[in-house]
């Protein structure tokens, strides 16, 4: 059982179009991270968020975290195929991180 | 400044072969990480030193895993003998002590096959 469940696992739509990626957990963490992840490469950071409620914009990505901070959303606007990628969220506790599954999106032109 | 790097990028071995990994993390970085990503998978932590201290390894398989950082800057990841289960993309990351809490930075890892 994942510690980090992500959702959906699998995405694919077309240019232009807006999306929502999920991450949720039973467990709180200290912060949260969304890396993104393209083939044959690692994962790179995208956003750390700290504090409950807090919500981050990064050009057309927004990432939310949640109040009871155990939980985080990726809203991307105007998704390009740039985006394409796994997308990955990971929960801190200290030096402690866990990945979860990864959300693969397509952004198909 | 250089990121991660890792070698080889890519490895095909028989099963019962040894294999080893080599990670150079980035300039300065205390903190290296070893982990193991299975396809469709997220990353998942193998070992994580403090210098060249070990300082949790409670995922590392120490039947079969070993893995050193000497001088507390490169480090080696080996599996002796490989199984076929340990097909995988090993990833090291690196990071530093400071205000941003544990980012890391990954090298592109190094693609294992065992046939």
């Known amino acids: 059982t994942q510690l980090l469940e992500q959702s959906p696992q699998f995405l694919s739509i077309q240019e232009g179009e807006n999306l929502t990626v999920y991450c949720n957990s039973s467990s709180v963490f200290s912060s949260l991270q969304w890396y993104r992840q393209e083939p044959g490469e690692g994962p790179v950071l995208l956003v750390t968020v700290v504090t409950g409620g807090e919500v981050k914009k990064l050009k057309r990505l927004t990432f939310q975290f949640g109040d009871a901070r155990k939980d985080s959303s990726l809203h991307i606007t105007a998704a390009q195929p740039g985006d394409t990628g796994l997308y990955l969220c990971a929960g801190v506790n200290n030096n402690d991180m866990r990945f979860g599954a990864g959300t693969r999106l397509t952004v198909k032109p | 400044e250089a990121g991660v790097v890792q070698s080889p990028r890519y490895k095909i071995i028989e099963k019962k072969q040894p294999v080893a990994f080599w990670c150079n993390p980035i300039s300065g970085h205390n903190t290296l990480y070893w982990y193991l990503q299975n396809l469709g998978q997220g990353p998942e932590l193998l070992i994580r030193?403090?210098?060249?201290?070990?300082?949790?390894d409670s995922q590392l398989p120490k039947d079969r895993f070993s893995a050193e950082r000497l001088k507390g800057v490169d480090s080696t990841l080996k599996i002796q003998p490989a199984e076929l289960g340990d097909s995988a993309v090993y990833l090291c990351?690196?990071?530093?002590?400071?205000?941003?809490?544990?980012?890391?930075?990954f090298g592109p890892g190094t693609r294992l096959t065992v046939l």
């Open positions: 030193y403090e210098n060249e201290e070990a300082v949790d």
């Open positions: 990351a690196s990071s530093s002590q400071g205000r941003y809490y544990n980012e890391q930075f």
